[in-house]
């Protein structure tokens, strides 16, 4: 039998979004039906526990009669076996119950969060490490479904037990029933001792945490830098200092609470101290027959050692609050707005960007920023570092909300156009290729799912890049380690120019990166984008000037404000950046050239 997800009251689908602010209400009733029978059958479990001790009992009174009956305690001790063997499968039921509605609350919240960072916009991950985000999708989605799969269950029969015990004892005999109790009130105190400032303290351990993964994720990406350097993770300041943070926690933690967790744990296992001597006292009083006495040895524990448990699952508790808290950050994140009467313009698809002004929190990138990038035509964008290149080219997909002025994109402001139409139309290609665990073609094919192979080997083969691949042990089937690892940077970007030329967008945005490719490399990627920009709108940001002395237009940038435009031949006549530039330009190239001849010359 397979299980259906539908019919078992399993909600996996992604489009019905999960309520916020989340909280175990909404995360139960994703899997409401399995967790509930999970519920019923862990409840039944734990009360079935307690039988066999009845039997047990039961076989006492009769072994202590003055004429037992064997046939009867024969039955009784297969009744206990039975009942105890329907607990058993009660219990594997419930786990398994409660892990299938916990897997289904898992994949449902990794969907929610994957569709929500799909849909935030950039300036979200910046103030956030990714560590602490892969934190959240990963380790919290997984404690999450840990709660629901192991702590649910257990917290249920841990609950269930000592109502059941008690009842039975209550009507063996009130008054060591009562006795079996004592414990409890003092238990209750040193408990609340103990948990005393627990809040706050998880809250600085949860803080610690989120600290030691974004430094172990910085540690990881930065670390052909740190060995370069001769240094180990505990040279690494700020990991050392999170690690030895969380070392500190845990000796302050251990000190405050290790006596009142004693005192607790002592007290709710300590109830046949009194039950026992009293139970012997009432047995010479002739008040309590030897049967009962046995029960009480037998039963006294469950009443309060299950309490324990309870105890545990609250302090893990904090913990899946907080996790959950951290999930639901996420869920809230403020999405990339769509205007509701979005549409697509029928024109040709210039780009205008109109008195534009952008900040990244307090600090001014862009100011007053105007020009026009014609339909078919390429633009190229010039100027210093930091200058406002690239975020000038980050607001056309809307990776940023700029917070002033109009983008418009064939006449239609980018905010009034469909996000998804908009990325539809438009090609990046950037200095820093992402690619993604998978084999060559898949990364090509990503651009265009629908793509032949032969549309993938052609677009290869206008971006340069199909001789390399049939270069790799299994040519397009290579698989790709993380980051591409296996490519050279000049191959990677010439993948990425393959995949824009399969996307065949109207729109491209590039970010010229020959600038740091050897010259056969340089040649080969020129050529890849010369196939590549032909009949597009281009916008493209320069870092050599002589890459866009031919360009139709070229826009000047200084310090995030535009200092002219126009063709190369105007800007060196007119505008004083661009001159500075060329010449800056000009003299780079000639100590190059100066410094290669001088280099050549004692071979000549
Ligand atoms: N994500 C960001 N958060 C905060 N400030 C940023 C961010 N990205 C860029 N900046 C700042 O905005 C300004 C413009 O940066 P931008 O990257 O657009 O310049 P650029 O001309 O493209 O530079 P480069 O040629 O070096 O890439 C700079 O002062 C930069 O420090």
Redesign the pocket.
């Known amino acids: 039998m397979t299980w259906n997800s539908e019919q078992h009251g399993i909600n996996t689908m992604p489009s019905t979004p999960i309520p916020t602010p989340l909280h175990f209400g909404n995360l139960l009733r994703i899997a409401i039906w399995p967790l509930a029978w999970a519920v019923v059958t862990a409840i039944a479990s734990a009360a079935l526990s307690i039988a066999p001790l009845w039997c047990i009992y039961r076989i006492a009174v009769e072994l202590f009669s003055a004429q037992p009956d064997m046939e009867a305690v024969w039955r009784l001790s297969w009744w206990a076996l039975g009942l105890l063997f329907l607990r058993w499968a009660l219990m594997v039921a419930s786990h398994v119950l409660a892990h299938v509605g916990a897997f289904a609350i898992q994949h449902r919240l990794r969907l929610a969060l994957v569709q929500r960072l799909n849909q935030v916009p950039l300036s979200f991950f ?1 103030g956030r490490g990714s560590g602490s985000l892969r934190r959240t999708l990963t380790d919290d989605v997984n404690g999450l479904e840990g709660f629901f799969a192991h702590m649910l269950p257990d917290v249920v029969a841990a609950a269930t037990v000592p109502v059941m015990a008690l009842a039975l004892l209550f009507v063996a005999d009130w008054r060591l029933a009562l006795a079996a109790l004592v414990p409890l009130p003092l238990a209750v105190l040193a408990q609340w001792w103990w948990m005393r400032g627990m809040g706050e303290r998880m809250r600085e351990w949860g803080e610690l945490q989120k600290r030691i993964a974004n430094q172990v994720g910085e540690y990881v990406r930065g670390v052909h830098v740190v060995k370069s350097f001769g240094l180990d993770a505990r040279s690494f300041g700020e990991l050392a200092s999170a690690v030895r943070g969380a070392v500190v926690w845990v000796q302050d933690y251990a000190r405050h609470s290790s006596g009142g967790w004693v005192m607790f744990t002592g007290l709710l296992t300590a109830n046949l101290v009194i039950v026992a001597p009293l139970g012997a006292w009432l047995y010479t009083q002739d008040t309590l027959d030897l049967p009962t006495y046995v029960l009480f040895l037998l039963v006294a524990p469950a009443v309060l050692a299950p309490l324990l448990r309870l105890t545990f699952a609250l302090g893990e508790q904090f913990q899946r609050a907080q996790a959950m808290q951290r999930v639901d950050a996420v869920l809230q994140a403020p999405v990339v707005s769509e205007a509701v009467n979005a549409y697509v313009p029928d024109a040709a698809l210039d780009i205008e960007f109109i008195h534009i002004r952008h900040c ?2 307090e ?1 001014l ?1 862009l100011e007053d920023v105007s020009f026009h990038a014609g339909a078919g035509r390429l633009t190229a964008l010039v ?1 210093a ?8 080219a980050r607001l056309i997909p809307r990776l940023y909300e700029f917070e002033f002025g109009e983008l418009r994109i064939g006449g239609v402001d980018v905010r009034q156009w469909p996000l998804d139409a908009l990325l539809a139309r438009l090609g990046i290609v950037f200095q820093e290729v992402f690619l993604f665990h998978g084999t060559v073609h898949d990364n090509l094919a990503m651009a265009r799912p629908d793509a032949s192979d032969a549309q993938i080997e052609a677009a290869a083969r206008a971006a340069c890049a199909h001789e390399f691949i049939m270069a790799l042990p299994q040519g397009y089937d290579t698989a790709l380690g993380e980051r591409g690892a296996r490519l050279s940077g000049g191959e990677r970007q010439r993948l990425s120019i393959a995949r824009a030329l399969l996307k065949d967008a109207p729109i491209l945005l590039l970010d010229e990166a020959t600038a740091s490719v050897d010259a056969e490399n340089e040649a080969l990627i020129q050529q890849a984008l010369d196939t590549l920009c032909q009949d597009r709108t281009v916008l493209m ?1 320069a ?1 050599r000037l002589h890459s866009v002395m031919h360009a139709d237009h070229i826009v000047v ?1 200084d310090g ?1 404000t535009l200092v002219g435009q126009g063709t190369h031949a105007e800007l060196l006549e007119h505008c004083p950046g661009y001159q500075r530039l060329w010449r800056d330009h000009e003299g780079a190239r000639d100590w190059s050239l100066g410094h290669t001849r001088t280099e050549a010359e004692p071979h000549a």
């Open positions: 910046a990244y929190g600090s990138a100027g570092s930091g200058s406002g290149k690239s975020t000038l940001i870092h940038m995030g």
